[in-house]
């Protein structure tokens, strides 16, 4: 039969094992500044875990009661949980972080600690002893506990929309697979977080269960982070961030040039109205129509099917700065991801009704796509594969699939 010593124990040394493993990972990606001082947080979250359990398990708190494994476990998840989320927003924001971001935490651990002592101190009995007043101060502590994760979690959900964001406006195939772990990181925070006054207050066979979940959830989230800081994946990352501030910067740039022109007009013209791009909040008529021209003659050219076409070649082939391609997009509604594979998806059923006995190998290296970027892509926007989209345009019985 599995005892809660069993589990705590195994709990420590899993734990201590995880640590060991951010502490002596070495690859050259995982070098750089930002990496490792992420790396350290995050290990000092899975040694604090360690500390936790293996105290539990040495006084044998939960033996002696729910009160006192509680006072214990707030004290230690708290850090827990705040450095888990200072590692992967630190990776976020490349070492960029607000003040709030860092305080927060600290502050609602000294708060919680602080309620907890004037509870113990003021009920009349021994401490860690089990009185109304210390129950009420634990669950008050838990609520801190949720209120603090749930601030970190939409923190870390606007910089996990920034980054995708990032990602949309550079490459020319979707590179969400990147950030799978991360997205699924920071739900399971959120979701350990809210489910906390189950893990600190529960006991029995249900407690058990929800341990297994916490600790596959932890392994999960430090396993992923490795396999990423190892990846290629940062540097990609950083390429397509560096690209969003550039652009920005350069947007920022001519609407500081176009509200002075504005400015000046209107003093010239004596009253006259600001033209629609004044101010530089968007691309103009005629601005967008010689864009447009500029785009129709790149895709007569194929321009569209390079493989590898990143926004800056392509936005150096249709002849114009990078930044005007991503606006001219933006004002259309469109990512640069979701363009080029709406125009590649376009090449591709013309190929297909043009040369209907071609493989869809050849198909897709004639539109840029890799075979199975192809089909994914193709049944993505037309509802049907290839070999029907062909079947269908060439007069079969075959019948359309639809999503």
């Known amino acids: 039969m599995v005892t809660f010593q069993m589990t705590q124990f195994t709990a420590a040394v899993f734990m201590m094992v995880l640590t060991m493993k951010l502490l002596l990972l070495h690859g050259r990606r995982s070098v750089s500044k930002v990496a490792t001082n992420s790396r350290w947080l995050m290990a000092m979250g899975t040694l604090t875990l360690s500390l936790q359990f293996a105290l539990q398990l040495t006084l044998g708190l939960r033996q002696m009661g729910v009160t006192q494994a509680v006072l214990l476990n707030l004290a230690m998840f ?66 801190i506990f949720i209120l603090m994760q749930g601030y970190y979690t939409v923190r870390e959900s606007m910089n996990l929309i920034a980054m995708q964001r990032a990602l949309q406006d550079y490459y020319d195939k979707n590179k969400y697979h990147m950030l799978a772990w991360m997205k699924l990181s920071i739900t399971l925070l959120m979701m350990l977080s809210m489910t906390i006054p189950l893990i600190i207050f529960g006991s029995g066979k249900w407690l058990m269960m929800v341990s297994f979940i916490f600790y596959f959830a932890i392994f999960y989230l430090v396993d992923s982070f490795c396999s990423y800081l190892n990846s290629n994946a940062p540097e990609r990352m950083q390429e397509a961030e560096e690209n969003a501030d550039e652009v920005k910067r350069e947007m920022k740039r001519e609407a500081v040039e176009n509200a002075e022109e504005a400015k000046h007009k209107m003093v010239e013209d004596a009253g006259d109205e600001p033209s629609e791009d004044d101010g530089g909040a968007m691309l103009g008529e005629e601005a967008m129509k010689a864009i447009d021209e500029a785009v129709a003659a790149w895709k007569a050219q194929g321009g ?55 493989q869809n190998e050849a198909v897709a290296e004639r539109c840029g796509f890799t075979e199975r970027t192809l089909l994914r892509t193709f049944k993505k926007l037309t509802g049907m594969t290839p070999t029907q989209y062909a079947m269908q345009s060439h007069g079969t019985t075959q019948p359309q699939v639809t999503v």
């Not at 003040?99 to 009920?123: K, N």
């Open 304 to 358: 569209h099917c390079q493989t590898g076409l990143l926004l800056p070649l392509a936005a150096a082939g249709i002849g114009i700065p990078k930044y005007k391609l991503t606006y001219w997009l933006h004002q259309q509604g469109l990512k640069y991801t979701e363009w080029i594979a709406e125009l590649r998806v376009e090449e591709a059923k013309r190929t297909i009704e043009a040369h209907p006995d071609w």
């Open 78 to 143: 708290m850090p827990t949980s705040f450095l888990f989320s200072w590692s992967v927003m630190l990776l976020q924001r490349r070492g960029q972080m607000s003040r709030t971001d860092w305080l927060l935490g600290p502050i609602a651990w000294l708060l919680t600690m602080a309620i907890l002592a004037i509870a113990a101190a003021t009920d009349g009995q021994p401490l860690l002893t089990d009185t109304p007043e210390l129950r009420h101060a634990e669950l008050t502590g838990s609520a």
